[in-house]
C-alpha cells in the first residue's frame, strides 16, 4: 500500500512581491530523479516546531518520497551542542572553506545572523534527524542564515521563527555569482517573510544558479501566521522565492499551510520570476497554500541578460522550465492558483494533479496562464479547470477538466492517488519525452500514461 499522498489538511493562503496577483483573484527541462539519495514512500510528522522531520508519521503528513541522510562529512568537522548557540554566529562567520558543522540534538537559540561565507561551508544536523535539531530566531532575529558563497549545504536541521527569512542566499557583491547552494531534509516552519529568498543584488550583476531544494517540508502554523510581515497587500510571506535564478531545482518536497487568514494574498509556495530559467519543480505536495508554483508573474520580467538571448533576448519573468508530477490539493476559500504561469515563454507543465474541493473553488484556477508575452505547453495534467488570460497562447492539450472527486482514493483523507473507476484518467495521456517519474518516483506507461502526478 502506498501512503496517502496528502494527508492533513491546514486551511491557508498566500501574497506577492508586486502588485500583481494570481490566477483566480482580482490581480494578475530535465531528465530522470534530481535527488541521488531519493528512495521511495514515507511521511513527516506535524507542522509544529517539534513535529515533523524524516520519516515519522505522527501528524499523518505524508511526504512524496523517503530519503536518505547525505553522506557523512568529508574534511573539517567542527562539533557544536545547544550551549555553543551564542558564540556559533562567530564560528560560522569565520570558518575555513570546507568546513562541516555538526549539530547536536537540541534548540539553538540565535542571537545573530548565521553568516556562511566560507565556500563549500555545510550546516547539518550530527544526527541527521531535522526534527532534533532546531534553530529558532524567537522572532528576535531578522534572517537566521545569510548565504554569500557557493556550494553552501544546509541539512537535516529544522529553521525556524524569523522576522524575515530563514535562509537568504544572496551574491557576497556586484558581479559575483554564488552556485551550488544546497537545501536537503530540512524543515522550514514560521517566517515572517519568505522563508528562501534568492535574490541578486538590485541593479548589479551577480547571480544565485544551479540551486537545490530537496526533500524538505515548508510549513506555516497559526501561531506563525501572527507573525507574518504585513506589507505589500498584507500577507508578504511565501515559501521559496528565487529572483533571476538559472538551473534550479525543487523536488520532493512538502508545503502546507502558507497563507494569511483574511489578510491577503501570499506568496506561491514555489515562485520562479524576475528573469529565472530552465527552472525544475517535480514530485512536490502542495497542500491548501494559496498558490502553488508560479513561473512568471505580471509585470514580474527581470533585468538579466542571458549569453544567449533566450526566446529572441526579450527581457521575461521567466524562460522555459518544467512543472511536473506535482500534487496541489485545497479545501478551504483562499486558496487562489494551483500553478501560474506569467509573462513567462515555454514552460512544460506535465502530468500534475491540481484539484480543489468545493468550499476552495470560488476564486480558483487549477492553472492558470496570463499575458501576451507567455506561451505554455500544457498537457497530461488533471484539474479542475485551465483559464487563459490577457493574450497568453499555449499548447495545451490532453487534460482533464472537472476532474471528479470520486477518480480519488480518499478526498477525505487527502489521497489523491487514482483509483480502478477513474476512466478518463487511465491511460489517456500521450507520451511525453521529459514526462519524468509519478508522484511515487515510480515510471509512466511509455505508451499510455495515466494523467496527473500518479501512475497507476
Not at 551574491?171 to 531534509?185: E, M, N, T
Not at 512543472?323 to 515563454?345: C, L, M, S
Amino acid at each position: 500500500m502506498r501512503a496517502p499522498l496528502v494527508a492533513s489538511l491546514v486551511v491557508l493562503m498566500a501574497c506577492g512581491d508586486s502588485a500583481s496577483t494570481g490566477g483566480g483573484g482580482s490581480g494578475e527541462t530535465a531528465g530522470g530523479p534530481p535527488c541521488g539519495e531519493c528512495t521511495g514512500g514515507t511521511g513527516t510528522g506535524g507542522t509544529g516546531v517539534g513535529g515533523s522531520g524524516q520519516g515519522g508519521g505522527d501528524g499523518g503528513m505524508a511526504a512524496t518520497v523517503s530519503c536518505d541522510p547525505l553522506p557523512p562529512p568529508a574534511g573539517a568537522v567542527i562539533d557544536v551542542d545547544p550551549s555553543m548557540a551564542a558564540s556559533l554566529p562567530q564560528l560560522v562567520f569565520d570558518a575555513a572553506p570546507g568546513t562541516t558543522f555538526s549539530l547536536a540534538d537540541g534548540t539553538y537559540v540565535l542571537s545573530a545572523t548565521l553568516q556562511v561565507r566560507a565556500p563549500g561551508l555545510t550546516l547539518r544536523s550530527a544526527s541527521d534527524d531535522a526534527e532534533a535539531v532546531v534553530l529558532s530566531g524567537d522572532y528576535a532575529v531578522n534572517e537566521l542564515v545569510q548565504v554569500t558563497a557557493s556550494d553552501a549545504t544546509l541539512a537535516h536541521l529544522t529553521l525556524t521563527r524569523a522576522v524575515d527569512h530563514l535562509v537568504h542566499v544572496v551574491p557576497p557583491g556586484p558581479g559575483q555569482d554564488v552556485l551550488g547552494f544546497r537545501l536537503y531534509g530540512a524543515r522550514m516552519i514560521d517566517s515572517g517573510e519568505q522563508f528562501l529568498k534568492v535574490n541578486p543584488i538590485s541593479g548589479q550583476q551577480g547571480y544565485i544558479d544551479e540551486g537545490r531544494v530537496e526533500c524538505s517540508t515548508f510549513a506555516m502554523t497559526e501561531e506563525g501566521r501572527a507573525n507574518v510581515e504585513p506589507c505589500c497587500g498584507g500577507c508578504y510571506t511565501g515559501g521559496i522565492d528565487v529572483h533571476a535564478g538559472w538551473g534550479w531545482v525543487v523536488a520532493n518536497n512538502r508545503f502546507e499551510g502558507i497563507y494569511c487568514d483574511g489578510a491577503g494574498l501570499a506568496e506561491h509556495a514555489i515562485h520562479f520570476w524576475k528573469g529565472s530559467r530552465d527552472t525544475l519543480v517535480e514530485r512536490n505536495v502542495i497542500v491548501d497554500c494559496a498558490r502553488g508554483v508560479g513561473f512568471g508573474l505580471g509585470s514580474g520580467a527581470g533585468e538579466r541578460v542571458y549569453p544567449d538571448a533566450p526566446h529572441g533576448g526579450a527581457f521575461l519573468a521567466h524562460y522555459d522550465g518544467v512543472i511536473r508530477g506535482n500534487v496541489i490539493f485545497a479545501t478551504n476559500p483562499f486558496f487562489d492558483t494551483g500553478i501560474e504561469i506569467a509573462e513567462a515563454n515555454e514552460p512544460h507543465v506535465h502530468h500534475n494533479t491540481v484539484i480543489a474541493t468545493a468550499s476552495a473553488t470560488a476564486a480558483f484556477s487549477s492553472i492558470d496562464y496570463r499575458f501576451a508575452q507567455t506561451s505554455v505547453i500544457v498537457k497530461n495534467n488533471l484539474v479542475n479547470n485551465i483559464t487563459q488570460r490577457d493574450g497568453a497562447s499555449g499548447e495545451v492539450s490532453n487534460n482533464l477538466e472537472s476532474t471528479p472527486l470520486e477518480y480519488f482514493v480518499d478526498v477525505g483523507g487527502a489521497d489523491l492517488h487514482l483509483v480502478d473507476g477513474a476512466t478518463g484518467a487511465l491511460g489517456q495521456g500521450v507520451p511525453l519525452g521529459d514526462a519524468g517519474l509519478d508522484i511515487d518516483g515510480e515510471p509512466r506507461d511509455a505508451s499510455s500514461p495515466d494523467l496527473g502526478a500518479d501512475e497507476r
